[in-house]
């Protein structure tokens, strides 16, 4: 199912891809190699320039048709990365998109101000759209995004977090983000009030769709699909919507066990599978699942009030993409 | 000598000041206390407000009026401190500004967050002010203090940094800050290329002096004056030009003593008071104030090619007063 929704969304922007891959390359123009070398360990290790397609995606749709918007489109994909680079500092992550960390290979040092640099790089290029709301959307989830890490951090290990609390964390952190990129589309293509927030509100339901989406991945993917280990945003502390749902629903001594775990920085891959028998038992995966398409359907009810244009039909798949299991 | 220059500029300025302070205060509006407390910390803790300031007088020279100057400006200064506060944790400084560097008290990622918090802040000011060149001047200056960091990182204890590495990182690490800081006031205020690069120079020629100035101090200055410990740069690993002119004019046995002790991360009291004598012999210190004047007195030379405003003197003074000696 995955599988041919992938290949649907793929034959549709190939070329668009094509073309993102090419302009990420050439607008990176460091005066330092070091810089070209730790941006590309993680820009070019197979992220899947979800940000960048929606940019163009929404923006065609709105009627945009000139060829700057790849050039536009990376501003976002810069942005994601330098977030990247900062949270793997931040997590003491081990790897990511399949790779070892940036911050194990060069340095945490390194690492952060390669993520300055992609963060002056991306705000760059909000400036050159001319834009001015541009520029301060950019600003602005730039702000959030740091805030959103910064809760998340506060909240490392707490066993009390609450849905609400993990939904506040999803938006500052993922979904602002996926959002902005929407919504930059629509404002660069001139398009009314009205359908900019249209689109905004896709790219803001999309992102939280994609989170929880990846939230599950965590639980239930191997760690060669998964490009890190499974069960690595527990053993960081981060408490998602698939625990904080379990907490809620296991027995007391159920929770009494998972709470033990939490606090855990070295838990065994059979505790590790014992929680994931109890998230199976109290159904935990298919309440997360379902939460997500609800949120990946309002992606795709934001849609219906916008004129219909070709673009439509790859923005439908992308939300469904983003919830289907493989299979 | 210093403190009179002081007192002049102080009583010239004061009321700037005072608006700086409350704006810095007013802006920071983040929705995490966290954020507002770990900025706080080094933002409220004795900065000179150099930058903001420059660029107020500069736009005023230029003819700028407008009272939002005093918002405007307070983005040189949260840029700043979003550097200091990275740069306290890559260097793994102790103190800052007289106090615990912020990632001692809060964390290291606390710290690079909010770092980001400040970045994303200042370039959204630098977007009200709704002119692109500053935008893209923001940005650029960000992208470019970060690839200074790096290349300072990159020459850690190295005993062959050049004068013109050296040169090359005060440039990148200081100056384009300080310069950006003017050439913002006058485009702001409208005023012709011409003047605009008379600005720029003035801010240029200022900050490398500034820079300079700074460097001498880690080896002549005490603790309680200087807010960080005496010997803090050569501790760290980083060779200023003290050192470097230094190892050009020592005897190859002093030099042989002076490379160890770059690679020693602890070194004595008394190995740090030999490296002066030396310095003093070789007359390091009045070599690096001399090249600190020099630069000091092209920034006055820039300013004579802008017209006669009530701002000139004060800018005069602070271009003595960066490289005038306690006294």
Request: some cysteine.
């Amino acid at each position: 199912m995955k599988k041919q929704i992938k290949q649907k969304i793929m034959s549709a922007v190939a070329n668009d891809l094509e073309q993102i891959e090419s302009h990420l390359n050439s607008n990176l123009d460091p005066y330092l190699e070091l810089v070209q070398t730790i941006a590309g360990h993680i820009l070019f290790s197979g992220g899947k320039r979800l940000r960048p397609l929606l940019m163009i995606l929404c923006a065609r749709m709105c009627g945009y048709d000139r060829e700057d918007i790849f050039h536009f489109s990376t501003m976002f994909e810069y942005l994601h990365v330098a977030t990247l680079l900062h949270d793997d500092v931040i997590d003491a992550a081990e790897m990511r998109r399949g790779k070892k960390a940036a911050h194990l290979v060069f340095g945490a040092a390194e690492t952060v101000l390669t993520g300055d640099y992609l963060l002056a790089k991306s705000l760059s290029i909000a400036g050159e759209t001319g834009k001015m709301e541009i520029i301060q959307l950019a600003a602005r989830i730039t702000s959030e995004m740091a805030q959103g890490e910064l809760l998340q951090m506060k909240n490392q290990r707490n066993p009390h977090l609450t849905q609400g609390d993990y939904f506040k964390i999803v938006n500052s952190k993922t979904a602002v983000l996926i959002q902005a990129a929407c919504e930059s589309g629509a404002i660069l293509a001139g398009a009314s009030q009205d359908i900019i927030g249209s689109v905004s509100n896709y790219g803001k339901n999309m992102g939280i769709a994609f989170q929880i989406a990846d939230d599950i991945l965590d639980y239930t993917a191997q760690t060669h699909i998964l490009g890190k280990n499974a069960g690595a945003d527990l053993r960081e502390g981060k408490l998602t919507l698939p625990v904080i749902y379990t907490l809620q629903k296991a027995s007391e001594q159920e929770c009494a066990f998972i709470k033990e775990l939490i606090q855990d920085v070295h838990f065994s891959h059979s505790a590790f599978e014992k929680l994931i028998d109890i998230m199976e038992k109290v159904g935990s995966i298919s309440f997360c699942l379902e939460k997500a398409k609800s949120y990946s359907e309002k992606a795709r009810e934001s849609l219906m009030h916008i004129p219909e244009a070709s673009e439509h039909s790859v923005l439908f798949d992308i939300a469904d993409f983003v919830v289907a299991r493989d299979s």
